[in-house]
């Protein structure tokens, strides 16, 4: 069953990496709009992020029954390492005195939204499933 669940989580945030960046490549593209970062680095980063904790939440929820309850706290504070990481690896974007635009600030900002909501999604259907 957890095998099961681990290769849907990859397929499906393996899906959203391929069609989000996609789809967002080719609309950038298309109006002529370059970056000063590589937007796939955002998108693989967020990808696997959301892969990682997703596997880590269905893991915990099947085997460690006496955490079960606390999954929801876990994920506030997954959250919060996630969005350190994230400022981390991506520094020299986020605090460097280069002025970003605000469709470069957007581009940003996409794939970390399509990702939050994939991955709430899934918490979601894990913390419902235990109760």
């Known amino acids: 069953m957890l095998q099961k669940k681990i290769l849907h989580y990859t397929l499906l945030c393996g ?35 959301t892969l990682i904790l997703c596997i880590n939440f269905e893991f915990i929820s099947q085997k460690m029954q006496q955490l079960k309850d606390q999954l ?26 280069l002025v970003l635009s605000k469709t470069d600030s957007l581009s940003l900002l996409i794939p970390v939204f399509l990702f939050l909501f994939l991955e709430v999604l899934i918490i979601v259907k894990i913390l419902n499933r235990n109760n």
Do not use: C
């Open 15 to 49: 899906l959203v990496l391929i069609a989000g960046y996609a789809i967002h490549n080719f609309i950038l593209e298309q109006l002529n709009i370059e970056h000063p970062f590589n937007l796939w680095h955002i998108y693989l980063f967020q990808g696997i992020a």
């Open 72 to 97: 929801g706290f876990f994920y506030l504070a997954a959250m919060a390492v996630k969005v350190g990481l994230f400022s981390l690896f991506f520094k020299d974007i986020l605090f460097s005195s």
